[in-house]
């Protein structure tokens, strides 16, 4: 394996778009390395220059003491896994492994030993004389990963090798992915726009932002000590609550002025005390991540001036927590960041932080324990959240449902009751019942 080295590296394309500026980044033997950031931020274009797929426009990318920068992509002994399995569907298993280190003209014997090695490291052993399309996504991202890993490169590239899986198995494949890096001790370079992987997999995690290196430092610093709000605001899920705080001193301790409220800052909760001071009488971002706001109803002891009041406007309950996301008075933090992050996912969030801000709305997440008693305040009627509440609701006040049209595609004639053959447990059943039909039927 071999250490990497981005000394001062930039991408300029013709039209004058600079992808990547300046990029100063070392990368350990053995490390891995994600690089993390929002589309367009330039994560995949570093990572083509390092495979050799793009030309560097300024500075040296360095290979285990090498300067690399004229060197062809096939003599890099570098190894890329794509977000595309890119298997031939002809060959098994085997083959697909193999076909590298035949290409290498490398002998049979040692071929196969190789191959059925990395095969029982990556669980494959039984499955080397399968075609691709009789094995599962995870079961071919892994075959994709064993084929470049054969090949015993120099370094691994990994461009978003799991964003095609479905959500259950990318948590499996992320601690798979983790596990046969860190057996392997290979030097791998993972991109990906998750920040969710970023944090689970990564020895070290480089944020980027509009080609330019925000902050790359351990997960948990980045998330504990982000050095500015671009990297506060995207790591996290949920993100960090930011909105802007008036800075005062009250009998001799910080406080925070939040729209009409006002919130006590302990010594235990601000990283510099000492360099706050000079933003007393200020406008500041105060950023509250949801996982540090509890339900106040469950502490009872809490201090009245550590506490703040809002309404619930939605909940989301999650089993072993409920997220909740409550209204105050106030003013969100609307910064270039900020709206990055928000367009990313997107372009209405803009325009709803802007006009929450000019009605000085502040919308706030919070992580509340299970036993949480927040709730949607109930519609009036009576309904809540249960689909169809509010329509039976009306029924029940007297409203009649509005007849269907002739050619609504929906009418039907008479129902149609079918009855279970004749047994203990044997019920009414109504095969054709709307969720949204209040009549009482009984249904399996």
């Not at 891995?32 to 931020?41: A, D, E, K």
């Not at 399995?85 to 003209?105: E, R, T």
């Not at 909740?324 to 106030?330: I, R, T, Y």
Request: hydrophobic content about 40%; proline content about 7%.
């Amino acid at each position: 394996m071999a250490n990497v080295v981005f000394d001062g590296v930039s991408k300029v394309y013709d039209n004058g778009f600079r992808a990547v500026d300046d990029l100063h980044l070392d990368i350990r033997d053995g490390e891995f390395m994600v690089l993390v950031g929002p589309s367009g931020c330039g994560k995949t274009t570093a990572l083509r220059m390092l495979a050799g797929l793009e030309e560097i426009s300024a500075g040296e990318l360095i290979i285990d003491d090498e300067v690399v920068n004229a060197v062809p992509p096939q003599k890099r002994d570098i190894a890329m896994v794509f977000q595309n399995y890119a298997l031939y569907p002809h060959l098994s298993v085997y083959d697909n492994m193999a076909y590298g280190l035949k290409i290498q003209k490398i002998g049979k014997a040692e071929i196969r030993q190789r191959v059925e090695e990395i095969a029982r490291v990556i669980g494959l052993e039984d499955l080397l004389g399968r075609k691709p399309k009789a094995l599962s996504g995870g079961q071919r991202q892994r075959v994709a990963m064993g084929r470049a890993i054969v090949r015993q490169p120099k370094v691994f590239l990994m461009d978003e090798p799991l964003s095609n899986l479905d959500a259950k198995l990318r948590v499996q494949m992320r601690s798979e992915v983790s596990r046969i890096q860190h057996e392997l001790k290979a030097t791998t370079v993972y991109v990906t726009h998750d920040q969710v992987e970023a944090m689970t997999m990564g020895d070290r995690v480089a944020l980027m932002r509009r080609g330019l290196l925000q902050q790359v430092d351990s997960p948990m610093r980045l998330y504990h000590a982000p050095r500015n709000l671009f990297v506060a605001s995207f790591i996290g899920s949920p993100a960090m609550n930011l909105f802007e705080a008036q800075l005062a001193r009250s009998s001799g301790v910080l406080v925070a002025q939040i729209g009409d409220q006002v919130l006590q800052l302990s010594p235990e909760a601000v990283a510099e005390p000492d360099e706050l001071e000079r933003y007393v009488g200020r406008t500041v971002a105060l950023g509250v991540r949801p996982e540090h706001i509890e339900d106040a109803a469950l502490l009872t002891d809490a201090p009245s001036e550590r506490r703040l009041r809002g309404v619930v406007r939605a909940t989301e309950a999650l089993g072993s927590e409920l997220i909740a996301h409550l209204e105050l008075s106030g003013r969100p933090v609307m910064t270039d960041e900020v709206k990055e992050i928000a367009a990313d996912l997107d372009d209405s969030v803009i325009r709803e932080l802007e006009a929450e801000r000019g009605e000085s709305k502040l919308p706030i997440v919070a992580r509340f324990d299970e036993a949480s008693r927040a709730r949607r305040p109930a519609r009036r009627g009576g309904g809540r959240d249960e689909p169809g509440a509010l329509l039976r609701s009306r029924l029940r006040r007297g409203h009649r449902r509005p007849p269907r049209r002739a050619d609504d595609p929906r009418r039907r004639g008479p129902r149609e009751v079918l009855r279970c053959p004749p047994s203990v447990n044997a019920r009414p059943w109504c095969p054709r019942r709307s969720p949204l039909d209040p009549i009482g039927a009984p249904s399996v």
